[in-house]
C-alpha cells in the first residue's frame, strides 16, 4: 500500500549528516575537534558529529544500506543512538509498549533491522514482540508501522551477517534468510 511505502522510504531515507564545519566540537561531550588528536565522525544512525569517545560500533546490518555510504561492515554511531536501540530491545523483550512506542519516537530507531548486538541473539523487532509475548506490540509493529515479518531485499544479496568487524564471512549460524 501507499502507506507501507512511505514507511519503507522513511526508514531507508539516510540522515542528515551534519556537517563537520558547523560542529567544532563533539555533540554529546563537547569536546574540540582537533585535525591531528581529536577528528570528528558521523553517527551513522542519526547523524550528529562525535567524538571517538561517544560513539560505539555496530554490525553494519543494524543500519539501512542506505546509511553505510563507505559499505564497511562496521558503522560507528552514536552513544545515544546505541543505549535506544538497547533499550528499544529490551522493551520489546519484555512487553513494554508504552516504552517502546515512547523510544521509537525518538525518531532514532529503525524498524527494519535487525538487533545484532555482540553476545546477543540477532532478532528483528517483530521478533522481539513476538518474544516478548505481546500482542499489542506486535499489532503496532506491523499494522501501524508496516514492520516487514521477513527480511526484504535491499541490494545485500549474497553478504551473511557477521558479528565480527571487518569478517563477512562468518554468519553465525545466520545467512540471508535471518
Known amino acids: 500500500t501507499e502507506k507501507e511505502a512511505r514507511a519503507s522510504a522513511y526508514s531507508n531515507a539516510p540522515p542528515h549528516m551534519n556537517p563537520f564545519s558547523n560542529a567544532p566540537n563533539c555533540t554529546l561531550c563537547n569536546i574540540k575537534f582537533s ?3 581529536k577528528r570528528p565522525k558521523h553517527c551513522r544512525n542519526c547523524g550528529i558529529v562525535i567524538c571517538s569517545s561517544c560513539c560505539e560500533n555496530w554490525n553494519s546490518k543494524m543500519v539501512p544500506d542506505t546509511y553505510n555510504i563507505k559499505k564497511t ?16 530491545r529490551k522493551a520489546l523483550l ?16 529503525n ?27 506486535l499489532r503496532w509493529l506491523v499494522d501501524v508501522q508496516f514492520c516487514p515479518i521477513k527480511v526484504v531485499s535491499t541490494g545485500n544479496k549474497g553478504k551473511s551477517l557477521s558479528l565480527k568487524p571487518g ?4 554468519t553465525n549460524g545466520v545467512g540471508n534468510d535471518y
Do not use: D, W
Not at 519484555?94 to 530507531?109: D, I, K, P, S, W
Not at 527494519?112 to 500482542?135: L, Q
Open 35 to 37: 585535525f591531528l588528536f
Open 73 to 88: 561492515n562496521v558503522v560507528k554511531v552514536c552513544k545515544s543512538c546505541h543505549h535506544l536501540a538497547r533499550e528499544f
Open 94 to 109: 519484555n512487553g513494554e509498549y508504552g516504552l517502546a512506542v515512547e523510544l521509537y519516537q525518538t525518531g532514532n530507531v
Open 111 to 137: 524498524l527494519r533491522c535487525p538487533f545484532a548486538f555482540p553476545g546477543e541473539e540477532i532478532m528483528f523487532p517483530v521478533h522481539c514482540a513476538i518474544e516478548g509475548n505481546s500482542e499489542k506490540l
Open 167 to 170: 569478517n563477512n564471512s562468518s
